[in-house]
C-alpha cells in the first residue's frame, strides 16, 4: 500500500503529470498493489480493490484517463468467473499492460492524426504540459513540417517549463 500511496502522492503533487503519463502510473501502482497482498477469493479482492482506487482517483480528480482504466479492470474482474488468487492475480496484471498499453498506442494515434493539422508557417501557442501536444508536434516536426511553437507558463508548478524542454530537445524551439 505504501508504493501506491507514493504514487498518489506524486501525482497529487504533480510530479507525476500529463493524462497518459498519470494513468499509465496510476495502472501500474494499483496492479501492483493488488498483485502484492493476500486473498482468498473475489469477496476479499473487491474491497481492497475499491481502497486503491480511491487512493489514487482522490490523488487529482480531473484525470479522467485514468479513472476509465481503473474502473475498466475492476469491471473486468467483478465480471470474471476467476476465484482463485492466481488466476485473478494474472487478470489484474494482463489487463493493466492492456491498459497501458492501448494509452501509449492512442498517444502515437493521436501524434499521426495531430500532426496533419499543423501547416507549413503556423505559429502553435502551448499552454501547461501534454505529452499528446507534444506528440503532435514532434511526429510534426519528423514530416518536416516548418511552424512555430510559443510555450505559455502555468503557475504554481511551471509545467510549460517541460514542455519547452521536451520541444527544445526534440528540435522544434530553438
Known sequence: ???LRDVA???KRIEIQGASNVA???VKAFADYLNSIEFSNKDELVP???????ILFNARDTEPALWNCL???IGKIKKSEL??????????S??????????????????????RRIANGMIIMTHCHSSAAEQILIQAKSENRDF????TETRPKMQGRITAQVLTEAGIII
Not at 481492497?48 to 480511491?54: L, P, S
Not at 476465484?83 to 489484474?92: G, Q
Not at 512555430?148 to 510555450?151: D, P
Open 71 to 73: 474502473k475498466l479492470i
Open 9 to 11: 502522492e506524486k501525482i
Open 48 to 54: 481492497e480493490m475499491k481502497k486503491a482506487k480511491t
Open 83 to 92: 476465484a482463485d488468487e492466481t488466476a485473478l492475480k494474472d487478470l489484474i
Open 94 to 115: 494482463k489487463s493493466a499492460e492492456f491498459y497501458v498499453e492501448q494509452i501509449s498506442n492512442a498517444k502515437i494515434a493521436i501524434g499521426r492524426i495531430g500532426a
Open 1 to 3: 500500500m505504501e508504493e
Open 148 to 151: 512555430h511553437v510559443i510555450c
Open 24 to 26: 499509465k502510473a496510476g
